[in-house]
């Protein structure tokens, strides 16, 4: 089955009804590896632990004074980073007692979300200049991270893109996920360091806004579509809504009626990272690593990947060939 994604611009119901994909049915929900990566990484404090361990943190006492976190609390995250692979231990040194954390090469491969969040947030959220340069080792050059596809090096745009449904995309409903609460501030601060990311967590930063915003770009735009296909309670859902307007993700044209919703530009452009948090729970959440839904251009008709690029040489930065500066920092190699 192929259809398309292009739900934030059209206007015709016709459409929406034709779309395979746009109704959950009853007992069942996507087997979509986007959505299990969000409940992965929407676990409390686990986007920012992974942050900082890219930008070398390695001992308990780094992950401490650079996030402000209590102690209970960030030794139960990490516990379940590592239950989840995506943290390792090791001995500081021979016999000791002491560990350090390191990225699994499974944490490592989330480096590409990490730079949509960041691409996305020096974008739509900063106002003047970001609060972090990147630099490429590699050619030698502060570079801005872009989400093209793989094939083409074109930039990801939801508008021409189709998407293939397989025969397992329906799995039988699992059990609801316990609520979590957000842990980025209103105003987008968290721990020590200035971070666009964080400001996109701030709006964004739990599993039911991240579904909210996917179910949109599936066809759905109503209380009563989100309602049905997220199973969501509706109290929990009118506060993620109300959450996606104010932050400017989401509108309520007069056109669409008082149940309805529109993804702005700024909402329109989220599905490149989100995107990126699919590829790699295809690669890493799925069985065999088979997807359950392919991106297929809708003028080759050709499948379509998304990658991270460096704006200077086109190429994919790798996390060791990464340096950042802060706006009153150094420069350091992650």
Not at 224 to 247: H, K, M, P, T, Y
Not at 274 to 287: A, E, N, S, T
Request: charged share 20%; net charge positive; aromatic share 10%.
């Amino acid at each position: 089955m192929t259809t398309s994604p292009d739900t934030a611009i059209a206007s015709s119901g016709s459409l929406y009804a034709a779309r395979p994909d746009i109704h959950v049915p009853a007992g069942f929900e996507r087997n979509c590896a986007m959505g299990d990566t969000i409940t992965l990484l929407s676990q409390p404090w686990a986007f920012l632990i992974v942050r900082e361990a890219f930008f070398g943190a390695r001992r308990f006492s780094d992950f401490v004074s650079r996030l402000g976190i209590p102690r209970a609390t960030l030794s139960a995250s990490l516990s379940s980073l590592i239950d989840d692979r995506l943290l390792e231990t090791r001995s500081h040194s021979q016999g000791s007692a002491w560990k350090t954390y390191r990225l699994s090469q499974r944490g490592g491969e989330l480096f590409p979300i990490y730079l949509g969040f960041v691409s996305f947030g020096d974008t739509w959220l900063t106002d003047g200049v970001p609060p972090l340069a990147l630099y490429h080792a590699s050619c030698r050059s502060w570079f801005s991270p872009r989400i093209v596809w793989a094939e083409t090096g074109g930039a990801v745009d939801p508008r021409q893109i189709d998407v293939k449904l397989e025969d397992n995309y329906w799995r039988p409903r699992s059990a609801q996920e316990p609520r979590r609460r957000r842990i980025v501030k209103a105003d987008g601060q968290m721990g020590m360091r200035a971070c666009s990311m964080e400001r996109l967590l701030s709006i964004v930063g739990d599993r039911w806004t991240f579904l909210i915003l996917r179910e949109m770009f599936h066809g759905n735009r109503s209380f009563q579509e989100f309602l049905d296909n997220l199973q969501i309670a509706s109290n929990i859902l009118s506060q993620r809504l109300q959450s996606l307007v104010d932050g400017g993700m989401i509108e309520r044209p007069a056109a669409v009626g008082r149940s309805g919703y529109r993804l702005t530009a700024k909402g329109i452009d989220i599905y490149g990272p989100m995107i990126l948090m699919k590829h790699w729970g295809d690669r890493w959440l799925m069985p065999q690593a088979r997807p359950t839904m392919d991106f297929i251009d809708r003028a080759s008709t050709q499948k379509r990947t998304p990658t991270v690029v460096c704006s200077c040489c086109g190429h994919t930065p790798e996390p060791l060939q990464t340096g950042y500066r802060g706006r009153d920092a150094g420069v350091f190699s992650i």
